[in-house]
């Protein structure tokens, strides 16, 4: 029996659907290991599938299940599935041919072999058997542009269906914005309904320049100024949609908000959604994947037309999430386990993975012209009044704090004290980076360790090298420079790297320099790739620079009469006097605004003689490394201006105290708030890191001897205090918090329960049902529930403020705004992971309550039913639980703020 709510969802699933375009017949052909007609093993295996267009159709057939109310045709009158074609019906240049072996125990291509046929003098026009026009047009009509001709002719698609579609969904391919297909859905009549689907590396294909392998913000920057106005990719905008799937990483939403196109004045109402893996970058799961497959952006395409047909409120996140999560499995599982005869594309597998999404992305709301814009900061927006920095500045954790109300210069401070109590999961649903024991969410941090990253794999691969990778890392004192360079060194070229520190402030001539050359070519003559570390290779005016350039440029050094090549190694030289590169040695007069003085002059005249300039350009690579204060403008190197851009260097605090705590990445501090308060938005600290862990030190040692909860009386003495950082001000931020925190009051209303509940148990029926994990004879309405299960809901109501205040919301009574709604759902998307994991924890300890159990089944009993085992498989901490589970209690999160509503509440700021 389906409760109102669910016959409306099935009501809405009827619009009837067209899939036409480009095919292809795909020929598989498996790896077998029967060399002689007498072996007994399993022989080569072809497998033959009609492709292009054609697979999107299997994956909607799929999606929509047997005795869909939508109508699902195919624009060609062919077979589709497995093996169904002869070979002979299809024209040998429109049949494409891939060898698959087994990778890891599954079934993955290294590479397409290619087309059949010949098309030296040019390709055929190849005429498919068309399908049988229905009586009525489609709503969705699916045109899969593969550039195999489709595009070129107005006999191949129906100007009828075209008019008649609510929606047509354009799954596209290099070369973009071209042919008879395109001109004609540009057209003001057909664009306004227009849905893109595209992957990034076919934007690449043009002469776009959309970057790739540094940061998100860094491709989703150089991809905004391609859309924008003037740029090569500005006609992709004449549409009412356009996604772009950034490999099984991330895809972007651009909702045009209005006509289709852009211009400078337009430009503000184009708003973007990112759904998007925030612990790696587009390409790296195919980087770590050995062979891959072939159909990804197929997934997505069947997912966004699945999502149109539903005809309920568009939810293209949801969509992106699902296709997401079908390349994601697609590529790790190929064409399934090598120990199964492989059978063709995964149909119905990959249209599970749309339905029930299987991996974890984050989500994240902002309009293009922030990204076009980078999001300078205003002028005046540091007390000094530094200029707005242009290039960089935006990133996709300022848009989360945009969305709490913050400006835009406001530090990331809420955040960080997060990080402290709660640890690294308060950080899931932002982009970071991860190298060994080394974790950043700065987005130049990210980029410089992904491009230090870079070269060292380039290098650690290239065959026969003569001369050291030299590397620069500049930062200010105790910024933790050797930490970092040696855990991201470490993780490219493995633990047991040998590392050799050298401090040439200690060294007292060139013979003590020789002996560490001698000690790295040591290394290599053992087979190894050695690392050495030159600490404060810049002390004594720059004293060493003219010895180390000869062993940088040829890769040798002179003992004596002998001149002995060091080998293959790297070379790590750690400033000790810069706290840039960009500010490492004078300026050069050259470059300054202003006249230069005589002191400036004689200065870099100086350094030049000392071989600056030759050392920098020996360099390979750099990598700036910040420390817990808020980083210095490299432009206004003597008066010390704080970078408004910088509003990562809370977070960078709470690492080093969680890190000073030794503290696991799940494990929980107990801070007094006064003392957190002032730790994270002390003003600086004097010497770095170091003062930092000074200030520690007291607190470590009770934690250590007592644990427990650490208070503010713990911290050092005034004076002594006044050595780290400034004490008064410190003790001002003790006392500007309250010693406990008033606790909201839970939901108590009787009626409000009851409806939340209800809004609770109805929006699960409903995703249960669309997910395929609830199969709709078995949906309850709420009031037919047992005792229990009643129960359960109103528990899962009452703890709904307790969840919210780990994002610093509450509820109120009254109804949010459209934009309140999108300010807070944007809040919460950035504390998601840390609100599922104590929606978790609070909906275990209920069960938990009333005498459930871990057990592999779920008690069997119906929701009209009292339970009787009590067993449930996910009774579990959150971390053990699979990403298919997790999701659950994502979505419960997201879902929040219709349960408010419900009860005639809304979500509002704490």
């Not at 920095?389 to 109300?405: D, F, H, K, N």
């Not at 129960?791 to 109804?815: E, M, Q, T, Y």
Request: glycine share 8%; net charge negative; charged share 25%.
């Amino acid at each position: 029996m389906y409760d109102s709510d669910t016959k409306k969802e099935m009501k809405r699933m009827a619009k009837r659907i067209l899939v036409t375009g480009d095919f292809v017949l795909d020929n598989h052909v498996y790896e077998g290991q029967r060399q002689n007609f007498c072996d007994k093993q399993v022989g080569v295996r072809v497998v033959r599938q009609l492709g292009g267009a054609a697979l999107v159709h299997d994956l909607l057939s799929a999606l929509l299940g047997e005795g869909a109310k939508t109508s699902l045709d195919l624009g060609v009158k062919l077979p589709t599935g497995v093996d169904k074609i002869r070979p002979e019906l299809v024209p040998d240049t429109c049949q494409a041919y891939a060898f698959w072996k087994p990778f890891d125990k599954v079934w993955r291509t290294e590479s397409g072999m290619g087309f059949g046929g010949d098309c030296s003098k040019g390709a055929p026009d190849v005429k498919w058997p068309p399908y049988k026009v229905a009586e009525q047009a489609p709503e969705v009509l699916v045109l899969c542009d593969g550039g195999l001709g489709f595009r070129d002719s107005s006999e191949n698609w129906s100007t009828r269906d075209l008019d008649a579609a609510e929606f047509i969904v354009l799954k596209s391919t290099a070369p973009l914005q071209r042919g008879a297909l395109w001109e004609k859905l540009v057209q003001p009549e057909y664009a306004g309904k227009l849905v893109i689907t595209v992957g990034a590396s076919d934007l690449r294909r043009s002469d776009a320049l959309v970057n790739r392998g540094m940061s998100w913000e860094d491709t989703l920057e150089s991809l905004a100024s391609e859309l924008a106005p003037g740029g090569d990719l500005e006609a992709l905008t004449k549409c009412r949609h356009l996604v772009i799937a950034f490999e099984s990483e991330g895809a972007l939403w651009i909702d045009i908000g209005g006509p289709p196109g852009v211009n400078t004045d337009t430009l503000d109402r184009v708003r973007c959604q990112f759904v998007y893996r925030t612990d790696s970058i587009e390409g790296e799961q195919r980087k770590n994947t050995k062979g891959t497959a072939f159909g990804f952006l197929s997934c997505i395409t069947a997912a966004v037309a699945w999502h149109l047909a539903k005809g309920a409120s568009l939810d293209m996140p949801r969509a992106m999430e699902g296709g997401l999560s079908a390349m994601s499995r697609l590529l790790l599982d190929g064409h399934g386990p090598s120990s199964r005869p492989g059978n063709g594309f995964p149909v119905e597998r990959l249209a599970k993975c749309i339905k029930n999404v299987t991996c974890a992305y984050s989500r994240a709301v902002f309009q293009l012209t922030d990204v076009c814009h980078g999001l300078t900061c205003p002028m005046g927006a540091s007390a000094a009044g530094a200029a707005p920095q242009p290039q960089g500045c935006w990133s996709l954790l300022r848009t989360m704090l945009l969305s709490s109300g913050s400006a835009c210069t406001d530090p990331a401070d809420d955040l960080a004290k997060r990080v402290v109590e709660d640890g690294m999961i308060a950080l899931a649903n932002v982009p970071h980076l991860r190298k060994g024991l080394l974790f950043s969410v700065d987005r130049r941090e990210i980029e410089g360790m992904r491009g230090i990253s870079g070269i060292v794999q380039e290098y650690r691969d290239k065959k026969g090298a003569k001369k050291p990778l030299s590397i620069g890392v500049f930062g200010p004192p105790g910024s933790g420079k050797s930490f970092a360079v040696e855990e991201i060194v470490k993780a490219e070229l493995g633990e047991k790297v040998p590392f050799l520190e050298f401090n040439l402030s200690q060294f007292n001539d060139a013979e003590d320099l020789i002996g560490a050359f001698h000690q790295v070519r040591d290394e290599v003559l053992k087979g190894e790739t050695p690392v050495a570390f030159f600490d404060e290779f810049d002390a004594q005016q720059y004293k060493w620079l003219q010895y180390l350039l000869a062993p940088m440029q040829d890769g040798s050094f002179q003992d004596g009469q002998l001149t002995h090549p060091i080998g293959k190694s790297i070379f790590i030289f750690a400033g000790g006097t810069s706290l840039s590169f960009q500010t490492f040695g004078p300026p050069d007069p050259d470059t300054l605004k202003t006249k230069p003085t005589p002191e400036e002059e004689e200065a870099y005249s100086q350094f030049k003689f000392a071989k600056g300039p030759d050392f920098q350009s020996r360099l390979d690579g750099f990598i700036n490394v910040n420390g817990p204060n808020r980083r210095v403008l490299p432009e206004e190197r003597d008066k010390q201006v704080t970078d408004p851009c910088d509003i990562f260097f809370p977070l960078r605090r709470a690492f080093i105290i969680r890190g000073e705590f030794r503290t696991k990445p799940a494990q929980k501090l107990d801070l007094d708030d006064g003392l957190l308060e002032a730790l994270i938005r002390a003003d600086g600290y004097r010497h770095g890191s170091r003062s930092l862990s000074k200030v520690l030190d007291p607190l470590k040692s009770h934690l250590k001897q007592a644990g427990g909860r650490l208070l503010r009386s713990l911290i050092p003495p005034r004076d002594l205090l006044n050595l780290y950082t400034n004490a008064d001000e410190f003790m001002r931020l003790c006392r500007s918090v309250p010693p406990h925190r008033p606790v909201d009051p839970l939901l108590t209303d009787p009626a409000k329960l009851e409806k939340v509940a209800k809004a609770i148990h109805d929006t699960w029926e409903n995703l249960g049902v669309a997910e395929g994990w609830r199969k709709p004879a078995d949906a309850v309405s709420f009031s037919d529930l047992s005792a229990f299960y009643h129960g359960s809901n109103i528990a899962a109501a009452k703890r709904i403020p307790a969840v919210l205040a780990f994002a610093s919301l509450k509820l109120v009574d009254g109804k949010n705004t459209p934009d309140e709604r999108e300010r807070i759902c944007c809040k919460m998307e950035y504390h998601l992971e840390l609100m599922a994991e104590n929606e978790h924890d609070r909906w275990m300890e209920w069960h938990l309550s009333q005498n459930w159990r871990w057990g592999e089944q779920k008690d069997p009993a119906k929701l009209t039913e009292e339970p009787e085992i009590k067993t449930h498989p996910c009774l579990i901490p959150y971390s053990e639980l699979s990403d298919e589970e997790r999701n659950k209690d994502r979505n419960c999160i997201r879902h929040y703020p219709d349960f408010a509503d419900a009860a005639g509440m809304k979500i509002v700021d704490a």
